[in-house]
């Protein structure tokens, strides 16, 4: 059974840094790609970056460009979300989630189901 859990999530000021991590089996990392997913109060749940199973390509979307970054260390069955320079409008619930993730044609999105609980992350001064 494909498990994921998300932690690191809590209370920063603007312009600080946060890294996410996602815990996962290495069946779940070998066979899936991961994206990081978020949800403000508000508003639609969003894939924001992912990293490719196969290859370790990443896709980003404008939003976290040049802030965010995303790593895979299968040694540790962790998939990484490294924010920098964090925004309030970053505020949201983080998730990470099985995902097609598609570099080369700069698109991804969740498949197969599988969802962490969730990371609350609070920009704010």
């Known amino acids: 059974q494909v498990q994921l859990a998300e932690s690191g999530g809590g209370l920063v000021q603007p312009g600080g840094s946060l890294m996410l991590s996602c815990a996962a089996s290495?069946?779940?990392?070998?066979?899936?790609?991961i994206g990081w997913f978020r949800q403000a109060p508000g508003k639609e749940r969003e894939g924001i970056i992912c990293?490719?199973?196969?290859?370790?390509?990443?896709y980003y979307t404008d939003s976290v460009k040049g802030r965010f970054a995303i790593s895979r260390d299968n040694g540790r069955n962790t998939v990484y979300l490294q924010m920098n320079d964090l925004k309030p409008e970053d505020t949201a619930v983080y998730y990470c989630?099985?995902?097609?993730?598609?570099?080369?044609?700069?698109?991804?999105?969740?498949?197969?189901?599988?969802w962490g609980q969730g990371t609350q992350v609070t920009v704010s001064s």
């Open positions: 990293i490719n199973n196969r290859d370790g390509s990443t």
């Open positions: 290495t069946y779940t990392l070998n066979y899936y790609s």
């Open positions: 989630a099985t995902a097609l993730c598609m570099a080369s044609t700069q698109t991804m999105s969740a498949v197969g189901g599988y």
